[in-house]
C-alpha cells in the first residue's frame, strides 16, 4: 500500500459541510432506463454500470466538453469489475432512480475501470490521499471541475443517512449547493489540488550521483524483516496481505533468517482460509493475523506472484506443503483463469448473488450434510469445526490448524458440494502485465517442478498476448477483451511481460523469447523514458493533470522496479552495455527514495543488490 501524502487535507471546509448536512434521502424505485453510454464498452466493469439510470459516461472528450459547456462539475467513480464495495454501491445508490435523477441534473458522471486505465487511477487516487489524509480505496468517489481538477471524494456512500455517514444523496445536494452558491471557495480548492498534483513529479527529487549502496539494501532487508510476525508469518497488519515485493526482497536479498520468514509465511499463509483448500488459489488479503477471515476476491496478481515465489521456495526447501500449494495454485490458474484463447483472466469476485464469500464459506449443517457425521468429527480437529463458527452470522471458513495429512482426502466431498453452488463472476478481460507475471511463474514453475504443461500454459499465453495485443502499427497494448485489443499499453505492461519473456528464454532456451524481449525494451524506452531516470507509468496526454510516474511497490512490485531488474538481466545475457545504463538510471532516479524509505521499495533495492552483483535481475 502506497503511503498518503504528507499534506493536510484542502477541502475540509466542505468536508464539514456534507458531514454536517441532516438531508434524509430514501432509495428511491422504479426500473432503470433500457441502456446508457457504458452499454457500448468492452470493460466487464463498465457493463456492470450500463443499465444504471445514471446517465454515465465513459471517461473522454464527450463527457469534459459537456461539463464546460454545460457549466457542470464532474462525478468520477473509478472501480474494478472484483471490488465489492464497487458492487454494494452500484446495487444500493447507482441503481437508484431517485439518486440518479440528481446526478443527471446535477452533474456529469464519467465511469472508470481502475485496471484498463491505470494512469487515470494513479492521478485520482493522489487526489484523494490529498483531499483525505485517511482516504484511498475504491470505489473512489471524487467531485471535479469542468478542468478536470478534483475538490472532493470520498470512497462509499450508503443511499441514505446512517449512523452519522452521510448518503449519497446528502452529499450530491452539498456539492451541488456549494457549487452554485461557493463557487469561488470550491475553484479555489480544485486550483490547490490540481498545483500540488502537478507538482508530484516536477518536485520530484533530482537523480542521484551515485548508485544505491549495499546499505540501502541491507536497510530495505531489516525495514522489512522488522514488520515479521512471528507467530502468524506475513509482516505488518492486520489487515494482513501476501506482499509479494517483500517476500521477493527478503528470499533474495536476505540471509537464512530472512528466508525462513519467507517459508513461513507461506506456510502459515497456505493453512489458512487465503488459500482456497478446494480449489487452490489465493484470496487478495485477511482482516485477521491468522489468515482465516479473507477478503474472498482472487487476483490473477497475487496468484501468479505467489506461486512463482512458492515454486522458488520448494526448489530451495523441497518442502511438499510448499510443491502442493505452488501447483494448487497453478493449476487454479489453468482451471478457473484461463480463457479459450490461452491468456488469463483478471479476476474472480468476492461475492455471489451479493452475499460476500457465499461460494467459499460453509454453515456447520451444510457441512455434516457434505461429509455425513464421521467426516464431521475426523476433520474438526484439523479445520476448527470444534470450535466456534469464525464469521458472526454463523458461517465458516475453510482453514488448516495444522499440517495437510490424509484427512485432508474429505475435501472431495466439500468440493463437490460447492461445485454445486453458483460460483462467482469471473472478470475476463485479460490484461498484459497481468498476464505476464502468469506467463513468469507458469515458466519457472514449470521448469523447478518439471510440468511441460505449465511450460506449454506460458508459451500458448506469450504467444497469443505477442499477436494479439497490438496497434495497427505494431505497439504494444494493455487490455483484451471481448475479441479485441485496446488502450496503449503502460508501463507495468512492458516491465512484467518482459519478466515473462526473459523466464520463458530461461526455460526453453528458445531465442525468440529472447528477440521479442528486446523488442519491447526498446519500445518502453521510446514512448515512456523519463529523462531523468527510470520510466513514465503513462505517455502525456490532454485530460491527464500530471503524467504519473511510480517507485513504491504497491499490491505488486512497482513497474519501474521490475524494468531495473528486467534491464539487468537483458545486459547480461546480451552483453550490450546500453541496458545495464537503463537500469543504472532508473536506480540512480530512485535513489533518495530509496534512501529514505528502503522497505516501501523493496524492488528496487532487490534491483539495486543485483547491480552492485554485477549480475542480471533476476
Not at 531 to 551: A, C, I, M, V
Amino acid at each position: 500500500m502506497r503511503r498518503s501524502l504528507p499534506l493536510r487535507p484542502v477541502a475540509r471546509w466542505l468536508v464539514a459541510a456534507v458531514a454536517a448536512a441532516a438531508l434524509s434521502c430514501g432509495a428511491g424505485g422504479g426500473a432503470a432506463r433500457p441502456a446508457n453510454r457504458l452499454v457500448h464498452e468492452s470493460s466487464p466493469y463498465l457493463l456492470l454500470h450500463a443499465h444504471d439510470p445514471v446517465d454515465w459516461y465513459p471517461w473522454g472528450e464527450a463527457a469534459f466538453a459537456r461539463a464546460r459547456r454545460e457549466g457542470k462539475p464532474i462525478f468520477l467513480s473509478i472501480g474494478y469489475s472484483s471490488c465489492y464495495w464497487c458492487h454494494v454501491m452500484q446495487r444500493e445508490v447507482f441503481s437508484q432512480p431517485a439518486i440518479a435523477e440528481r446526478m443527471n441534473r446535477w452533474f456529469v458522471s464519467v465511469a472508470v475501470d481502475r485496471e484498463e486505465h491505470p494512469e487515470i487511477d494513479e492521478v485520482y487516487m493522489t487526489a484523494a490521499r490529498l483531499l483525505d489524509a485517511e482516504g484511498g480505496g475504491w470505489p473512489n468517489n471524487l467531485f471535479l471541475t469542468p478542468d478536470l481538477a478534483p475538490f472532493f471524494s470520498g470512497t462509499y456512500f450508503p443511499p441514505a443517512d446512517r449512523a452519522g455517514q452521510p448518503g449519497f444523496p446528502t452529499v450530491l445536494r452539498k456539492i451541488h449547493d456549494a457549487w452554485t452558491g461557493r463557487r469561488q471557495e470550491v475553484a479555489a480548492t480544485a486550483s490547490r489540488v490540481a498545483v500540488v498534483l502537478r507538482q508530484t513529479i516536477a518536485a520530484q527529487s533530482a537523480p542521484a550521483a551515485a548508485l544505491p549502496d549495499a546499505a540501502v539494501v541491507r536497510r530495505a532487508v531489516a525495514g522489512v524483516a522488522g514488520r515479521y510476525d512471528a507467530e502468524w508469518g506475513g509482516f505488518g497488519g492486520p489487515p494482513k496481505f501476501p506482499e509479494p515485493a517483500e517476500l521477493s526482497l527478503l528470499w533474495s536479498a536476505g540471509g537464512a533468517g530472512e528466508r525462513e520468514m519467507v517459508v513461513d509465511t507461506l506456510r502459515k499463509m497456505g493453512r489458512g482460509a487465503i488459500y482456497d483448500q478446494l480449489d487452490g488459489g489465493f484470496h487478495r488479503y485477511t482482516l485477521d493475523r491468522e489468515w482465516r477471515l479473507p477478503h474472498f476476491e482472487k487476483m490473477l496478481y497475487d496468484n501468479a506472484l505467489l506461486a512463482e515465489q512458492l515454486a522458488a521456495a520448494w526448489q530451495a526447501t523441497r518442502d511438499p506443503e510448499l510443491a502442493r500449494l505452488a501447483r494448487g495454485t497453478l493449476d487454479f490458474l489453468l482451471a478457473r483463469m484461463a480463457l479459450p484463447q490461452g491468456v488469463f483472466a483478471a479476476a474472480l469476485d468476492a461475492e455471489t448473488d451479493g452475499v460476500e464469500g457465499a461460494y467459499y464459506t460453509w454453515t456447520d449443517a451444510a457441512l455434516r450434510r457434505a461429509l455425513g457425521a464421521d467426516g464431521y468429527q475426523d476433520l474438526a480437529p484439523l479445520c476448527g469445526f470444534d470450535r466456534t463458527a469464525n464469521l458472526p452470522d454463523g458461517r465458516r471458513t475453510l482453514f488448516l490448524t495444522a499440517a495437510p495429512d490424509a484427512r485432508i482426502q474429505r475435501f472431495d466431498a466439500l468440493r463437490a458440494a460447492r461445485h454445486a453452488r453458483r460460483p462467482p463472476r469471473r472478470d475476463d478481460k485479460a490484461l498484459a502485465d497481468w498476464n505476464g507475471m502468469a506467463i513468469a511463474a507458469l515458466a519457472r514453475a514449470g521448469q523447478a517442478l518439471g510440468e511441460p504443461r505449465y511450460l506449454g500454459a506460458a508459451e500458448r499465453a506469450a504467444g497469443f498476448v505477442l499477436a494479439r495485443f497490438r496497434a495497427p502499427d505494431g505497439t504494444l497494448l494493455h487490455t483484451w477483451s471481448a475479441g479485441a485489443a485496446r488502450v496503449p499499453a503502460f508501463l507495468d505492461d512492458y516491465a512484467w511481460l518482459l519478466r515473462g519473456l526473459l523466464a520463458l528464454h530461461s526455460a526453453t532456451g528458445d531465442e525468440r523469447w529472447l528477440r521479442e524481449a528486446l523488442r519491447l525494451a526498446d519500445e518502453m524506452e521510446r514512448r515512456l523514458r523519463d529523462p531523468r531516470g527510470g520510466y513514465f507509468l503513462s505517455p502525456p496526454y490532454e485530460h491527464l493533470l500530471f503524467q504519473p510516474k511510480t517507485l513504491e511497490d504497491g499490491a505488486y512490485p512497482s513497474g519501474n522496479g521490475v524494468a531495473a531488474l528486467d534491464l539487468l538481466a537483458l545486459a547480461e545475457r546480451t552483453h550490450q552495455d546500453v541496458y545495464r545504463r537503463r537500469a543504472e538510471d532508473a536506480l540512480r532516479a530512485a535513489a533518495p527514495e530509496l534512501d529514505r524509505h528502503p522497505a516501501a521499495l523493496a524492488t528496487f533495492a532487490l534491483a539495486a543488490g543485483a547491480a552492485q552483483d554485477g549480475g542480471g535481475g533476476e
